[in-house]
């Protein structure tokens, strides 16, 4: 089946950059997605990207799309303590996106002061 | 709107009880899914429903049962809990066909002792 995997910890000091990256199996992926979870909350949509997509741009947020080694990564310029959060990405096979996403294991975001 | 509510947010269950965890949205989505999240492995479709009266099974359903008997709500049940599954659930809709996010309740925490 398919498998989406991540680092499961990122530690970034304040104002640095992070990069996060996940890498998936299923070639047929046509969305990809990034979630964030706050603690002690659900999920959260960031961002997603579409396969046809190398790079998209969203503010603070810019995600990196290589379908060739189906890698996928978020970038989030000017790290802030309320970054601090678990971010998961996500795969969809189905024509339409948002049908039975397989997620990552989430990459849990540290900031150092 | 309030979203999507999950019921109850926390729970212990003995081994052998059983329980019914409700979700509900008031969205109008067609689509409603049910997860558990572990650590270190992400976030697992149990099953889910593309609309009322149907349901599906996802990753990992064996030890649950699920019923849409309304559009708005979506039911988990646990006929004899284990320890096993002591785990966060998380709730989800969605509309069908659209790229659309999957929106996240706040998620229940099961202990099973």
């Known amino acids: 089946g398919e498998d989406v995997e991540q680092s499961l910890f990122l530690s970034v000091r304040e104002g640095d950059s992070s990069v996060i990256n996940c890498t998936y199996t299923?070639?047929?992926?046509?969305?990809l997605y990034w979630y964030k979870q706050e603690p002690g909350a659900g999920l959260q949509l960031l961002t997603y990207?579409?396969?046809?997509?190398d790079m998209k741009q969203d503010q603070r947020l810019t995600v990196l799309l290589n379908k060739k080694d189906k890698h996928l990564s978020l970038r989030i310029a000017d790290t802030q303590t309320g970054d601090s959060a678990i971010y998961f990405c996500a795969e969809s096979p189905g024509l339409f996106g948002n049908e039975k996403l397989t997620f990552g294991t989430g990459t849990r975001l540290t900031i150092i002061p | 709107n309030a979203g999507v509510t999950q019921t109850p947010k926390f729970r212990v269950l003995k081994t052998g009880q059983s329980m019914t965890l409700l979700c509900a949205q008031d969205m109008n989505h067609e689509y409603m899914y049910w997860y558990r999240q572990d650590p270190g492995m992400g976030l697992r479709l149990i099953h889910y429903?593309?609309?009322?009266?149907?349901?599906a099974k996802g990753e990992v359903p064996d030890g649950y049962n699920v019923s849409r008997l309304k559009k708005q709500n979506f039911l988990l049940g646990l006929e004899s809990a284990a320890p096993s599954q002591t785990s966060v659930y998380f709730c989800?809709?969605?509309?069908?066909?659209?790229?659309?996010?999957?929106?996240f309740g706040p998620g229940t925490r099961l202990t099973v002792l």
């Open positions: 299923d070639s047929s992926s046509t969305y």
């Open positions: 429903s593309v609309g009322e009266g149907t349901t």
């Open positions: 990207i579409f396969s046809n997509m």
């Open positions: 989800a809709s969605s509309y069908p066909r659209t790229v659309d996010t999957q929106y």
